[in-house]
């Protein structure tokens, strides 16, 4: 093995290296798990190349570069125009069709992963005009993003056993890139200094031959010998040093392209075993749901079993300097959650059960989870997300119900998770939308109907006490539902004064909170210059409370709900030529800006397919037409069936590709809309919402017996009155007596507190119809054997 390193490139670094575009338009997998590569396509080029994890990508983008050598140059992606194209039903192959806009040529290839090696397979054929295409020169040209950065990549030509490659190393991770037919001249350079495309750009012809290119934003490239033949394959391997990577690509460009392709496609059929058939559902064929099918499968890691990330896209990739290393690839417990039970839903179950083992070794110690995090378990952001924390319960309530849980017990984890909450909550500091703080009725919609699972799981185990505090929790939650989340003073619709908002916001490091959904100012980021973020609160709305029919928490005819409704069709639909859709909430600005160019740190958040399929859901439970909402979803996918996370709302503008109903630059496919839609097939199929929880619904929507009238005080919640009838219910993290008085002091009662299973010890107060005067008290700690050093108060109030 020679690595060539007489000349060096000049330019460096290179210009600042960028991600790509967000919105793919095809992902690729091998089905077995020995293949660690996942592949990206837009606009006829493979983007993003993840390995050795579904985290991890190591490239910009790979196409070819074209020219007469006298005439003209053309870069796949800018001058070509593109047509992708699935090569069968189920597998996530594709042939892509990149064609000269004046008919001269085109160049079609077909896109898979080696079948079993870490190997990205590009077949290659040059179509057009005979004459003309015997004087073109095809050039391969790749820029690494090595180890998720375009920064301190180093680039090699190398000759080992008579051929000539072009690799790429940084921080020990290798790539190679090489061809069935030789390389007749190599280069590697700095972007948009000394490499490939510069050089061509000039004068049509590659006169630079740089050896190697170190420590900076390089790009590789290679001109493709087509002398007597227009077919070749092209591949891009990729290894733990340079022989692995070089290793593996002769390996797998030994094979013959239609062997690989052949078994490519057989291990994909293997993922159509026991698929229920819910295509009959749709109204496109089932292309879309067995696409989905495919895509979600495609999103788990094969070297951490289970995890999926939310989607293999950096949005606005193209605007995004590469050191901010998050995208979407990423795990999200609330987003891989959905996609696992989607594919619940389609009739698999073995993705979802990994998933939930997953978690379970994922899960901090205290009980809670990270917002999001590598494959690895690594943190990424930290902020608490309680409805990511009851996603985990709410999946091993589901595969228990399925039967789909074997040796490895989940209890522990549930009973932290519930822990957690109950500690945590009620506020969470974000919620779903993962930018403000307060209670929000989407989150406490997972909650109570995460605890109500997680208590049916203790009742199994015969821990009836656990199971009973976690339920009572529960009851004290979603008797609050209303009062925390629902505004009064609605001035959005005429008419409509009671409805859910987005959040009611208050600091969870505030111990009296804000708990009246009249009253507070929200401030919503990512404004454009000079606008400001803060709105009243009560004006600001989502579809979160439609969580609360899904699980069975309300019902859908509730007249509160039935207003919430009204009220967010009135500000939030937005009418498309496929059908409606949603924006997340009114003032978001997260989405591309108002001309249409990328979303940076401000812009104007555009419509969600996933809320058409949340809204499809609803729309089921009330006893309406689901067919609409199907066909929306279904209208929203790209022509490879990929849905987007957004959608544009307004008027075409072709100039800059943004088209009504059409994805945008945030990232596209997105795993939850994918999800969701699968679930809107079953929950149609079925006649029943997928996601409703019976034992919920039983406990809060029939005569409610059961349910305990409770007032929690908490440290974190430190509340200034008790309504009569209630139980006051006193919680602290440790063991205490609680030294309280009914009546200003006379008298005093010693109470020692009850520990649970959760981390939780707590005293119960019944207040009485007759109550009048407050509740005092304070507390002893056992453990340290200290006094509190402060009386704390609560009122009595009527009902």
């Known amino acids: 093995m020679n690595i060539l390193s007489q000349q060096q490139a000049f330019g460096s670094p290179g210009i600042d290296p960028r991600w790509t575009h967000a919105n793919k338009d095809a992902i690729g997998t091998a089905y077995s798990t020995s293949s660690h590569v996942w592949f990206t396509i837009w606009n006829g080029v493979i983007t993003e190349v993840y390995h050795p994890t579904v985290d991890t990508p190591q490239i910009r983008d790979l196409q070819y570069l074209i020219s007469d050598g006298k005439s003209f140059f053309h870069e796949e992606k800018r001058h070509l125009e593109s047509k992708v194209e699935h090569l069968w039903t189920y597998g996530l192959g594709y042939r892509v069709t990149n064609s000269d806009p004046e008919g001269r040529y085109a160049i079609i290839k077909e896109v898979i992963a080696d079948p079993h090696l870490s190997c990205i397979l590009q077949h290659t054929k040059i179509t057009g005009d005979r004459n003309f295409i015997s004087q073109l020169h095809i050039y391969a040209l790749c820029a690494p993003h090595l180890e998720v950065g375009g920064r301190g990549n180093n680039g090699y030509a190398i000759e080992i056993s008579g051929h000539y490659v072009l690799t790429a190393e940084k921080d020990g991770r290798w790539l190679a890139l090489g061809a069935t037919v030789p390389f007749t001249r190599l280069s590697c350079g700095y972007v948009g200094q000394s490499d490939g495309w510069t050089d061509l750009a000039s004068n ?33 391997a990729f290894g733990t040093n340079l022989h692995n990577a070089i290793s593996t690509l002769f390996q797998s460009l030994n094979i013959p392209f239609a062997q690989q392709k052949q078994q490519y496609n057989e291990q994909w059929k293997r993922s159509r075993n026991d698929i229920k058939p819910l295509e009959n559902i749709s109204y496109d064929q089932g292309k879309l749901y067995h696409n989905s099918v495919s895509l979600l499968l495609a999103h788990e890691d094969k070297i951490y079993p289970g995890a999926l990330i939310a989607s293999l896209a950096i949005p606005w990739g193209e605007a995004k300097d590469d050191q901010d290393q998050g995208g979407y690839h990423l795990v999200w417990t609330r987003d891989m959650v959905s996609s696992v039970a989607g594919l619940v839903a389609a009739g698999k179950n073995e993705t979802a059960v990994r998933s939930l083992i997953y978690l379970a070794t994922s899960q901090q110690e205290d009980g809670g989870f990270a917002q999001n995090f590598w494959v690895d378990g690594k943190p990424y952001w930290t902020g608490i997300q309680l409805d990511e924390v009851a996603f985990p319960i709410l999946l ?35 919620e779903r939308w993962e930018e403000n703080s307060g209670y929000s009725p989407s989150t406490l919609a997972s909650n109570i109907a995460a605890l109500i699972c997680a208590a049916q799981l203790a009742r199994e185990r015969e821990d009836k006490v656990t199971a009973t505090f976690i339920e009572e929790y529960a009851d004290f939650l979603e008797s609050h539902i209303e009062d925390w989340t629902v505004t009064t003073e609605g001035t959005l619709v005429p008419g409509i004064k009671r409805h859910y908002i987005r959040i009611t916001p208050t600091d969870i490091n505030n111990p ?21 973020g803060e709105f009243p609160a009560k004006e600001i709305v989502d579809g979160g409370f439609l969580q609360l029919v899904r699980y069975g928490i309300r019902q859908a005819n509730d007249p509160i709900i039935v207003d919430s409704v009204k009220v967010i069709d009135a500000i939030l639909k937005v009418d498309t030529p496929f059908g409606c859709c949603w924006h997340r909430y009114n003032h978001d600005g997260y989405g591309q800006q108002e001309d249409g160019s990328p979303y940076t740190s401000w812009g104007k958040g555009r419509a969600w397919p996933l809320l058409t399929g949340e809204r499809g859901h609803y729309e089921l439970a009330a006893g309406g037409d689901v067919k609409t909402y199907i066909k929306a979803m279904e209208g929203f996918a790209c022509d490879t069936c990929l849905l987007p996370e957004q959608v544009w ?65 908490k440290f974190n919640r430190q509340i200034d009155k008790v309504k009569k009838g209630y139980t006051l219910r006193i919680q602290a993290l440790a063991s205490f007596q609680l030294h309280w008085s009914d009546n200003n002091w006379h008298t ?14 707590f005293v119960d107060i019944p207040v009485s119809a007759h109550q009048q005067k407050p509740i005092d008290f304070t507390f002893f700690w056992i453990e340290s054997n200290k006094w509190e050093q402060h009386n704390y108060t609560v009122a009595v109030q009527d009902k």
């Open 748 to 761: 005093v009662q010693d109470t020692p507190s009850t520990a649970t299973k959760l981390g939780v010890n």
């Open 649 to 713: 709302d307004q008027a075409d503008k072709p100039d800059v590709h943004m088209y009504l109903g059409r994805s945008t630059g945030s990232a596209m496919p997105l795993m939850w809309a994918h999800s969701e839609y699968i679930k809107l097939l079953r929950s149609t199929d079925d006649g029943q919402v997928f996601d409703f929880i019976p034992e919920v619904a039983n406990r809060y929507l029939g005569k409610r017996t059961q349910c305990k009238l409770l007032e929690v005080w």
């Open 512 to 532: 009296q909170p804000n708990e009246n959904p009249n009253q507070g100012t929200l401030f919503i980021s990512s404004q454009p210059p000079g606008e400001s």
């Open 204 to 236: 049509f012809q590659m006169d630079w031959e740089f050896d190697k290119a170190l420590d900076g934003n390089i790009a590789l490239t290679g001109e493709i010998n087509l002398d007597g033949n227009k077919e070749f394959t092209l591949g891009l």
């Open 396 to 430: 091993a309530s589901l595969l228990h119900q399925e039967k789909a849980c074997s040796n490895f017990d989940v209890y522990p984890m549930v009973l932290r998770a519930a822990g957690y909450l109950i500690r945590h909550g009620p506020a969470t500091q974000q």
